[in-house]
């Protein structure tokens, strides 16, 4: 039987414990300061705690997984941290989460529609370190070079007892066909594959983060995967599919 892990619905098993199994790039490389400054990290307010990651794509927008929205971080206390590889980072910028809007199509049974925007109160100080990026304005065909996914999620599977890394890492993929991705999903309307080898790829925690082209443009959020890094494809929503959602909602 194959198990489709939805990444951030793993993101908090366990609460008592405070354990965070969100996904983080398995495989991949450490990020430099100033690499990735479109990459967020949406955390709960009173420790840090990271549960997903995001794309900044405006001074107060933020594009994420509709899944990210999780009933252990209430709004008020939701923030989203901008500016830093480490989620610690006290000169991080740290802002307030105004509105969480989820697609009306989002199916969390069968994992569609897989997308929200974020709205922040305030608005991002873009700077050398923060910086948004354009949405996808074209289909991104099977096996063009050049695309990024990043995030902060586990490093491996099963989960270290240490937990997980506090440092952004990224790993370069590629996007397979439909096709060749068929045999491993029922529902590929509005997803985007990827598929790097076994033992790199995306884990828990790294959802919701961006999947980017060669010319920064966002193409992908990063929404489920067979556990992490088994060598079986990892799965994205389509921004262009969902292009006038996130639009229509932006700020």
């Not at 794309?55 to 594009?63: A, D, G, L, P, Y």
């Not at 370190?129 to 070079?145: K, S, T």
Request: hydrophobic content about 35%; overall charge negative.
């Amino acid at each position: 039987m194959k198990v489709l892990l939805v990444l951030a619905l793993c993101a908090f098993l366990g609460t008592t414990q405070g354990r965070s199994l969100d996904t983080k790039i398995v495989g991949g490389y450490e990020a430099a300061p100033g690499q990735f400054t479109y990459q967020v990290s949406l955390q709960r307010d009173v420790d840090h705690y990271h549960f997903c990651g995001g794309t900044i794509i405006s001074s107060k927008t933020v594009v994420t997984a509709a899944h990210c929205k999780v009933d252990y971080v209430e709004l008020p206390n939701m923030r989203v941290m901008a500016g830093a590889i480490n989620i610690h980072d006290p000169n991080a910028q740290r802002h307030v989460v105004s509105q969480f809007i989820i697609h009306p199509e989002y199916n969390s049974s069968l994992i569609t529609s897989d997308i929200a925007v974020v709205i922040i109160e305030d608005t991002f100080e873009f700077n050398d370190l923060v910086q948004p990026i354009n949405l996808v304005n074209r289909i991104v065909p099977p096996y063009e070079g050049g695309v990024v996914t990043s995030g902060w999620g586990y490093t491996e599977y099963p989960y270290p007892p240490s937990g997980a890394p506090v440092d952004l890492k990224y790993l370069p993929v590629n996007i397979i066909s439909d096709d060749e991705c068929a045999p491993f999903s029922y529902y590929l309307e509005g997803k985007i594959c990827t598929l790097h080898s076994k033992g790199n790829g995306v884990c828990s925690g790294d959802s919701g983060g961006p999947l980017v082209s060669s010319n920064r443009e966002l193409v992908g959020v990063t929404s489920s995967a067979f556990l992490c890094a088994t060598g079986k494809p990892d799965f994205f929503t389509d921004v262009y599919v969902f292009k006038s959602f996130v639009e229509q909602n932006m700020q």
